[in-house]
């Protein structure tokens, strides 16, 4: 990569600076839930055709393809991807500022608007320099990630990675553990697998006063969250990370009631294919048993949820390197492995990929708020540096 395409990165961002902060502002007072982006979309695709980038929309229902081609790069010729996320969580916004959702109980509080304003604005640097490009570009503004079976898995079914073939791709994600101006890389597997355990327990209800009389799901419920957890830690190899949490357990009795039934949600989450699935069988053999053997019974639903993540090798040198000739040495981070879940990691079973983390922090400005978090919000500096690495990203 030249020090001239650094400097035009830098001066187009720069300029366009104001009205990407525009467009994460837009987007941020007017969340959309996940599979239901239909305004995202359209906002989306107005400042594309604004731009004078071709595009489709309704991929993945509610999703966008759009394509950066310079005059050598041919019909067919395969291309780097770009993706963003459109949709927003559902969560009562608590932060006071001028572009406040204005949808009752729904925010972006993952930055999901930011993830697709700094494509929009990285977007307009790659189609001034769409002629230097080694190869086209293709962005892809998918729906759906926070919630099962993730938009990228509609978006592939619809042939987002061909057509031209996707040979490449990269994605980022804001960090509120990191200071504006800094990214973050990890090489190989990086975030888990995540699925979703729901056990409803059927016992037999009563007097609290005659527990005799009752096959209370409650006290069977507290044993399977302790036998589960035995289960897991005992048999999951200790180098293989993996954690299950219980995050609801509701049984609507009363003080002297023992209610019939009890309701238990939580997560699955690992880094292993293999043990994974053992893992999952075990869970509902383990909730069926424990049940059984008091005298009640558990209905067990698990929802797969999103493969681990793996990035490239070679794509994340490439862009760990261009970062940090980019941004500079210190700015570039060595992330750990996460026990959390992306929805792109469906790309990275297809593609090589590099998904790395865009720093939004800063403490003098009361930014600390971590994502799905009632008052996270960013460093607007960081839309800056967001669209400089997604622009550098097909020059690597």
């Known amino acids: 990569m030249t020090p001239e395409i650094h400097t035009l990165i830098r001066e187009k961002s720069e300029e366009i600076f104001e009205k990407v902060r525009g467009y994460r502002e837009h987007l941020h007072a007017h969340p959309e839930l996940s599979y239901q982006e239909h305004e995202t979309m359209k906002y989306v695709s107005e400042v594309l055709t604004t731009i004078g980038i071709e595009h489709t929309t309704g991929v993945g229902d509610t999703g966008i393809v759009a394509m950066i081609r310079g005059a050598k790069h041919s019909e067919y010729m395969p291309c780097f991807g770009l993706r963003a996320d459109l949709d927003a969580l559902p969560i009562q916004e608590e932060n006071e500022v001028p572009y406040k959702s204005t949808k009752e109980g729904i925010m972006h509080a993952c930055g999901h608007d930011v993830h697709t304003s700094v494509l929009l604005g990285a977007a307009e640097i790659l189609n001034e320099l769409k002629d230097e490009l080694p190869q086209p570009v293709k962005l892809i503004f998918q729906p759906g990630e926070e919630k099962n079976p993730g938009g990228a898995t509609y978006m592939i079914r619809d042939g987002a990675l061909e057509n031209p073939k996707v040979e490449r791709m990269a994605a980022l994600h804001v960090f509120p553990d990191m200071e504006v101006g800094n990214v973050g890389f990890k090489e190989g597997i990086y975030m888990a697998s995540c699925d979703e ?136 981070e060595e992330l750990p492995i996460r026990l959390t879940a992306e929805d792109f990691s469906y790309y990275s079973q297809e593609v090589p990929v590099c998904f790395f983390r865009l720093g939004v922090r800063n403490e003098e400005e009361g930014i600390v708020y971590g994502v799905h978090h009632p008052r996270f919000d960013i460093d607007k500096k960081s839309l800056k540096f967001g669209m400089q690495m997604m622009a550098l990203a097909p020059f690597c």
């Open 197 to 332: 355990v729901y056990i409803t327990i059927h016992g037999k209800g009563g007097h609290g006063a005659t527990p005799h009389r009752c096959i209370d799901p409650i006290m069977i419920g507290a044993n399977m969250l302790q036998t589960m957890q035995q289960v897991v830690s005992r048999k999951c190899d200790p180098k293989i990370p993996c954690v299950l949490s219980f995050g609801h357990f509701e049984a609507l009795g009363a003080t002297n009631v023992i209610p019939s039934k009890a309701h238990l949600k939580g997560t699955f989450r690992t880094m292993n294919e293999e043990w994974r699935a053992q893992a999952l069988a075990l869970i509902q053999q383990t909730a069926e048993d424990v049940a059984k053997a008091s005298g009640g019974r558990a209905e067990v639903t698990i929802s797969k949820g999103y493969p681990y993540l793996e990035n490239d090798p070679e794509t994340t040198q490439r862009m760990r390197q261009a970062a940090k000739d980019f941004l500079g040495e210190e700015h570039v």
